[in-house]
């Protein structure tokens, strides 16, 4: 472990929490135990279910019900070098309270739910502040007004007064950090602060997290999943799986000389998709015609005072068995550019144009509803929440088997074998079949979304964000399960998504979209180690590079909007 | 905030147009109309039955031989311009002096059911969410159940009995007989209020028990939410939090369930009213339908109607006031 001269400010031993099941204790967290000091970055890295969130959320006793800390101590070292056990102190009672939002304060992963809709930004922190010393009303709007002009939210003065609905989730997070550091914490807690959040908006909020961090003195927790994060903002770094520390050292070590096979495992799907070799060996021929091609295509919400451009005059080729990927943040209109495909909404103006089989140009936009449903047997769409695009009431044989019934193609004994190969395809058992979403993982339920997006064996599909929502070792694995398709049944794939590493890994080609244009196109590796655009050069500069040794994230490119 | 209630307020007026003549129509859907009812009762208490040229000459006289829109028209400018309901056929009478008395008293018994519904709901839907799955929250809901199960008119009958045989109070009616048919006075207020309580328990307790469902459902919800953790990751007191988030998010559905409880409640006073012989409008509502004596039936709808279009806006005004989503849209 790295040298510490000064003390910790927080201490946990022998952290445990069961969690009172109806089949009896379930342990979340499982004998951990650490240090965090004053100024330094703790990172607590694992995959969903590791119980990182449960150990952030026991520092202040505030794990939802059924959860209970059953062992451990969590020393608290006051400023007077007095120590407090906090996992002795009654969740509910008023000495703990002190703690919460003043000595430890916490910052959340989702900043839309994590404020109350309902009050304003102002009087969500003003509470805080009240709680914590004792000002009075107007002084306490004085320092809110301060602290938010200190996270960098312009005109302090109208913002307190907006609701978290007027504010975007970059802007949100910024207020809720300045909520945190109302009472100036010694010790600061962020649960996946960024996993919300845009490329660089992400880059952003980790610098002001790490300016506060010098200024203050802070002690940092951070609890991600994410590698990159890891190198760039950590000093140490302690891995947890199911419940249990399986290796705690400090970042240099954890990068260059990992020890235990976990987090190999870990660091190598994070490598594997910053390498972006996968697609080297793929020969496609060039002279090929395109299977899909879009021209000038516009679409326009709202009305000509009030409205918004969503996309704006994009055009491009896919070519027959190649990835094409389209990347760009939120708002960026690369979903509503996915839909317009399919004319899941109606374009505004261009033209979408279709080779078929017999290798027949389809005009897409004139297509009637019949022949429609015909284009949409031929392009399907996977979709990003597994657990969201699965009905929880049918059986995966009915979600798989659903599209070929629908279809009127296939029925009775023929429908079970074609489902038994699809599951075969995606790598599941033939046994599933009969068993309900709930009972799958993550991984496994986009194993299922996409069997069900082969099942009217397709030629194009378009995925949108469909890694997204899973875990960095699950998520190279339903790549790799792509790509091993695509070159098995030849297909052509839209690859939707804002994770540049995923789309560097899987994709050939590539279009950056900011605000509905396209603002560069490519290959794949051109674009991420060259690319030619100020925005697409922020863009890439802003994602965390997966080594401390190369901190690329803090010394990125700027975009500003207006200079453009 | 005030362009929001003003539109709300115009937008009213239309329906209020669409409902009136709704209204008319459905009075006039029963074959026959208040003529044919009326002869009918003169032909089986006098043996013979009048002439054709009476009957035809009644018809004129009511007004029942012009067409329907001329009727409407007739009835629904009254109303609008001079406050005249039309007479009321079978009274004999002005309807708005038959409505005038009773529509008060039927507010008055659905206002104090309402009061009743929110201040007991509230609270014990409160509790039921927060300590769910305890003993006292199972027998919350064993009584909701059992308040949602019992009709009305079985729960009146044995309030009356119980009133009467163990608390020796005379039940039904809204006064007793000696302030029956006095002035307003402070006397008969107390004694209004002696006999209120019953018909306010009759018809709230459905209602009741309804509410305590949706508020523990809703505010269940609440609980989990991110946002209750950020507010306890302030130190933030427990009521505090309860109070300042989930609750005042769960009043939500409370508060636009003031819309639909409005009408429930009125067409609970009728059957009610019947049964503990309540002065309100139900009873003579029925009996105006059964006799077709259109004015004051359709007078009565058309109120009833108005009214619940009232709680309508009362309540999406109060929901603007809790919800800022709703107030910026």
Known sequence: MSDQQTNPVISIKNLSVDFALRRGPFRAVSDVSFDLYPGKTLCLVGESGSGKTVTGRALM????????????????????????????????????????????????????????????????????????????????RTRTIELLASVDISEPELAIDRYPFEYSGGMLQRAMIAMALSAEPRILIADEPTTALDVTTQAEILDLVKRLQVEHGMAVLLITHDMGIVAEVADEVVVMRHGKIV?????????????????????????????????????VDDKAKPILSVRNLSKFYGTEKNGVQAVDDVSFDLLPGKTLGIVGESGSGKTTLGRLILRIVEPTTGAVSYRDRDGQDVDVIGLNKKRLRDFHADVRLIFQDPYASLNPRMTVREIIGDPLLVNGRLRGEALKDKVTELLDLVGLEPEVMERYPHAFSGGQRQRIGIARALSLEPRVIIADEATSALDVSIRSQILDLLLDLQKRLNLSFVFISHDISVVRYFCDDVLVMHYGKLVESGTAEQICTDPQQAYTKSLISAVPNPDPRNKRMMHRTRFDVTAN | MLRYIIRRILYMIPTMIGISFLTFMIIQLPPGDFLTTMLAYIADSTQGGITEALEQKMRVQYGLDKPLIVQYWKWISGIVFRGDFG??????????????????????????????????????????????????????????????????????????????????????????????????????????????????????????????????ANLADELEKPYVVTARAKGLPEWKILFKYPVRIAMNPFVSTIGWILPSLISGVTITAIVLNLPTSGPILIQALIAQDMYLAGSFIFLLSILTLFGMLISDILLALLDPRIRFN
Request: hydrophobic fraction near 50%; charge should be negative.
């Open chain 2, 87 to 216: 007479p009321s056929f079978g009274w004999g009478v002005p309807v708005s002096q038959l409505i005038g008395d009773t529509m008060g008293l039927t507010l008055m018994v659905s206002l104090c059911s309402l009061i009743f519904v929110w201040g007991v709901s509230l609270p014990i839907g409160i509790y039921s969410a927060v300590n769910r799955y305890s003993a006292t929250d199972h027998l919350f809901t064993l009584i909701g159940f059992l308040g949602l199960a019992i009709p009305n008119f079985l729960l009146a009958l044995a309030l009356m009995v119980f009133g009467y045989s163990v608390l020796g109070v005379r039940v039904g009616g809204l006064f007793s007989p000696e302030f029956m048919h006095v002035d307003w006075s402070w006397d008969k207020f107390v004694d209004l209020l002696g006999h209120i309580w019953i018909p306010v328990i009759v018809i709230g307790t459905s209602g009741t028990a309804a509410l305590i469902r949706i508020m523990r």
């Open chain 1, 61 to 140: 006793q505030i794990i939802s019900k059924p959860g209970v800390i059953v062992e451990g101590s969590i020393s608290l070292v006051k400023p007077d070098g007095a120590t407090v056990d906090i996992a002795q102190l009654d969740p509910r009672g008023k000495e703990i309270r002190e703690f919460r939002g003043g000595d430890i304060a916490m910052i959340f992963q989702e900043p839309m739910s994590s404020m109350s809709p309902v009050h304003t930004i102002g009087s969500q922190i003003i509470e805080a502040i009240l709680q914590h010393s004792k000002m009075s009303k107007a002084e306490a």
């Open chain 1, 247 to 283: 290796e705690h050292r400090s970042v240099d070590d954890m990068f260059h000389d990992p020890q235990h096979a976990y987090t190999k495992q870990l660091l190598a799907s994070t490598m594997k998709l910053e390498a972006g070799a996968a697609n080297a060996a793929k020969a």
